[in-house]
């Protein structure tokens, strides 16, 4: 045997001799049918036990790497004849590690798909991202005694797998919370609990959307789920939005499925109108179309009473709704749910327990009794008021300090409000210079698809408090000041 074997140490003094002969065999230099020394002889080599060269010798054995002959001896396995130059050649001293696995190029439509998120950036002091609730004010004291609720009901439950569909439990605070805040009246078995809103669009996707199918979404909008339904295959058609929110004449007739964002337009913040409202629902009515409605953050309204949702005025079950608690309590949690009509409740149950089997049990335990307790709603009633101070301290800087550059667009919900720059500012400019004083903002130009994008901002105050806010956006203001002079 022409191959030099290197112990260091006294540390897995088995391990490393494996790993050796396995990487040996693997790139050729042990080549099919060559004969090993006895366990007895290379225990002596190397200066290990024969113990330990035994076992080594057991487990490539096992592995089919060797091969034993009676009287003969100790054989490199023909079968490993295919699998020469499956592992890079590496030093004796880089082959004590576990050998790095060959390096091979795959192909993917996901390596041309655009970032989602925004990308952290260092040296930012008041942090204006969307879609971040304030942690400071959550009731953890609350929160973790029922956890410890969870924690006991799964050391008295099996150590089984559970229903796809979610916790019952957790299922029926869902839906009295949706009877009483959005009108959508469903039992508990009507709904599927999913990995944050993500999931349960992503789901819907997967049962109903074929590669090839046309798939509408508005524009400007949400980039994941464009990203994903582009994944799947999907010809995705951007239909534009106005102040009354989805542009239904633009819609294209032969669309599988709608997404949109009624409550709190993303990311311009718009709500559609009732009238806009109920010409999509005929619309889908008289097309066979599902709509996918996104109600993401639409507990927090500011301005008016309620819009209902497009799910509550639903009267053929053309409506499969979405919500999260990620605005509400915080994306760490990872739950979020879909009201479906009922005929693609049972796919989407087939379609979860394919995906992940089903959803974390203790988080959605503790959620349950966070929820049915009256935590839940003592929680959102305390983050309104907080959250509607910011939004004014917001308003008060947009219409006041920072309105010869930038303009509010109407929105009367939610936890982040969009703002149109004026000419001649550009948008990558103002993002730079706000970077420069340890402000961060966020853009709505990649936001767009199809439509000219007109240069914009996205301001999220779930993670800044009021005085976060005023001192940020004071620092914006003699920013912009100063590039005017």
């Known amino acids: 045997m022409d191959v030099h074997l290197t112990i260091h140490g006294r540390h897995d003094l088995a391990g490393q001799l494996y790993?050796?002969?396995?990487?040996?065999?693997?790139?050729?230099?042990?080549?099919?049918?060559?004969?090993?020394?006895?366990?007895?002889?290379?225990?002596?080599?190397?200066?290990?036990?024969?113990?330990?060269?035994?076992?080594?010798?057991e487990r490539l054995s096992a592995e089919g790497y060797l091969r034993s002959r009676a009287g003969s001896g100790t054989f490199v396995a023909e079968a490993t004849q295919g699998l020469a130059g499956r592992a890079p050649r590496v030093s004796p001293a880089a082959q004590i590690a576990a050998p790095a696995p060959a390096t091979r190029t795959f192909t993917t439509p996901w390596n041309d798909m655009p970032d989602v998120l925004p990308t952290p950036r260092t040296g930012i002091v008041y942090d204006f991202v969307g879609g971040v609730t304030e942690k400071r004010l959550f009731p953890f004291d609350k929160w973790r005694s029922c956890v410890a609720h969870g924690l006991r009901l799964q050391a008295r439950g099996r150590g089984a797998y559970h229903d796809p569909a979610g916790d019952q439990t957790l299922r029926l605070a869902i839906s009295r919370y949706l009877a009483f805040s959005?009108?959508?009246?469903?039992?508990?078995?009507?709904?599927?609990?999913?990995?944050?809103?993500?999931?349960?669009?992503?789901?819907?996707?997967?049962?109903?959307?074929?590669?090839?199918d046309t798939v509408a979404i508005e524009d400007p909008g949400y980039p994941p789920v464009r990203i994903a339904l582009q994944a799947l295959g999907a010809n995705v058609v951007p239909v534009p939005v106005d102040a009354e929110g989805l542009v239904v004449d633009a819609v294209p007739p032969h669309a599988k499925l709608v997404y949109v964002t009624p409550s709190h337009q993303f990311p311009l913040g718009m709500p559609m109108s009732l009238a806009r409202r109920a010409q999509l629902l005929d619309w889908a009515q008289r097309h066979g179309v599902l709509i996918l409605e996104d109600d993401y953050d639409s507990e927090f309204r500011f301005d008016g009473r309620p819009m209902e949702s497009l799910k509550s005025l639903d009267a053929t079950g053309c409506v499969a709704y979405v919500g999260t608690f990620s605005k509400t309590i915080f994306p760490e949690l990872r739950i979020g749910y879909v009201v479906p009509p009922a005929s693609l409740l049972a796919p989407l149950q087939r379609a979860k327990q394919v995906a992940d089997w089903h959803s974390e049990s203790l988080m959605q335990a503790a959620l349950a009794k966070f929820m049915l307790d009256g935590d839940f709603g003592k929680y959102l009633r305390r983050m309104h008021k907080e959250y509607a101070a910011r939004r004014e301290a917001l308003l008060r800087h947009l219409r006041g300090p920072l309105a010869p550059w930038m303009m509010p667009v109407p929105s009367a919900a939610g936890i982040h409000m969009a703002a149109r720059l004026h000419a001649p500012l550009r948008e990558p400019a103002v993002l730079k210079l706000a970077e420069s004083v340890g402000v961060g903002l966020y853009g709505t130009t990649r936001m767009h698809v199809a439509q000219p994008p007109l240069p914009g901002l996205l301001i999220g105050y779930g993670y800044v408090n009021v005085a976060e806010i005023d001192a940020g956006l004071a620092r914006l203001a003699q920013a912009l000041a100063k590039l005017a002079t």
């Open 19 to 57: 790993r050796q002969l396995r990487t040996a065999i693997l790139d050729g230099r042990l080549a099919p049918g060559e004969r090993l020394p006895s366990t007895r002889d290379l225990a002596l080599q190397i200066g290990v036990s024969r113990k330990t060269t035994l076992d080594v010798f």
């Open 182 to 212: 959005r009108a959508v009246v469903c039992a508990w078995g009507d709904i599927v609990v999913t990995q944050g809103a993500q999931q349960a669009i992503d789901l819907i996707a997967r049962v109903l959307v074929r590669p090839g």
